[in-house]
């Protein structure tokens, strides 16, 4: 089991599992985002890790992969397109070469898996049941980068039935995260939360494609990839947006984050914490700055717990997510009618 440290800043705190029975209180609503921070000793030199919520592994699978033919990734407008293809040594290679430094971290781990039928997601979530340090499991139903990744979370059927399979075989706290791909978030995370999951993060990368015009062809050897970064946020935003509005289990904001404002506007938005990816690599220090940012701006604005401004900048409603009817709900009634633009305005 995991053990909570003394906390950084009190007002910091999160459980991000409060239907679970242990809970998951975090001293920071900062994680990192999976695959963007390796197992954890890759920075362990670099980052001051007691600052973070926790961190969140690279995605394991239940086999060794090599990952896809490179190049793997390039730069594009404020974000970058990768197709990394989950490269990892395996469940067996994981707990074999990674978990064991775990316990010497000062925050803790939550382990990303991916699987590929329902009796491997149960086998692979109970393989990281009872080790030191370990506080929860996310399953990622959505790397849109490996055949048949996006399909777990594509429909509301498959997301629950992954998301029953990964409770089937674990007694820590379950994240669901989803794949914006698939188009309107709401059925999906509701079904995941009717499902059990404690908690939901999203988003994973966009689809997306970049083409080299000097070999006639995709940029990247796998072809297409995901879009990260400060590109997706304003979309990242309004998926945690509207998700918030249809489930109660905290949701963890994905997507572009790169500053304490950044983070600030997902937790308006909904989010109950944060996970930083893209931007770790222009600077590894980037999730413990906005965790000192947050400190700052709760004892600025003179809030007990920061918790407290979450899902404020939602519309006021008397009914709780879970009363909310999805046939009720119009796909984007938030977007402004294009007759109602003024004309020209703006960028
Ligand atoms: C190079 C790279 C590798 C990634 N690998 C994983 C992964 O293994 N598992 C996963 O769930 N998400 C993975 N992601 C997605 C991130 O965790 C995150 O959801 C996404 O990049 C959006 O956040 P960001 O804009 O802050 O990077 C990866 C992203 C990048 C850029």
Redesign the pocket.
């Known amino acids: 089991m995991w053990k909570a440290l003394a906390g950084i800043a009190p007002a910091l705190t999160v459980n991000l599992a409060p239907s679970h029975r242990d809970g998951l209180v975090l001293r920071s609503p900062v994680l990192t985002?999976?695959?963007?921070f390796g197992f954890g000793d890759e920075y362990r030199d670099l980052v001051d890790l007691s600052r973070l919520g926790a961190i969140?592994t690279?995605?394991v699978t239940p086999e060794a992969r090599e990952g896809n033919p490179t190049p793997?990734?390039v730069e594009t407008p404020a974000?970058?397109l990768?197709s990394?293809g989950?490269p990892?040594p395996g469940v067996a290679g994981v707990l074999r070469e990674k978990a064991p430094i775990w316990p010497e971290l000062p925050c803790p781990v939550v382990v990303?898996v991916?699987a590929h039928d329902s009796t491997s997601w149960t086998a692979l979530a109970g393989a990281f049941d009872g080790l030191p340090n370990v506080c929860a499991i996310?399953a990622?139903l959505?790397?849109p980068n490996v055949a048949g990744g996006l399909d777990f979370s594509a429909t509301p059927e498959a997301a629950a039935a992954t998301v029953a399979a990964v409770l089937a075989g674990t007694e820590l706290p379950v994240i669901a995260?989803l794949s914006p791909n698939a188009g309107d978030i709401r059925p999906i995370a509701r079904a995941v939360e009717d499902a059990g999951a404690h908690a939901v993060s999203l988003?994973?990368?966009i689809v997306g494609l970049v083409v080299d015009v000097e070999r006639r062809r995709a940029f990247l050897g796998a072809g297409s990839g995901?879009v990260?970064?400060?590109a997706?946020?304003p979309v990242?935003l309004r998926f945690v947006y509207e998700a918030r509005q249809v489930v109660d289990v905290p949701i963890v904001g994905?997507?572009?984050?790169?500053s304490t404002e950044d983070a600030l506007q997902f937790l308006l938005a909904g989010a109950a914490a944060v996970?930083?990816?893209?931007?770790t690599?222009r600077d590894p220090r980037t999730a413990e700055t906005i965790t000192d940012g947050l400190a700052a701006y709760a004892r600025d604005h003179g809030l007990d717990l920061l918790q407290e401004i979450v899902g404020t900048a939602q519309p006021a409603t008397e009914a709780s997510a879970a009363e909310v009817d999805l046939e009720d709900v119009a796909v984007g009634e938030h977007v402004v009618a294009p007759d109602a633009l003024e004309p020209a305005g703006g960028a």
Request: contains cysteine; charged residues 10%.
């Open positions: 985002a999976s695959g963007t969140v690279k995605t793997r990734t974000g970058m990768n990394i989950l990892n990303s991916s996310e990622n959505s790397c995260k988003i994973n990368t995901g990260s970064g400060p997706i946020r990242a994905i997507g572009g984050i790169a996970q930083v990816g893209t931007a690599f």
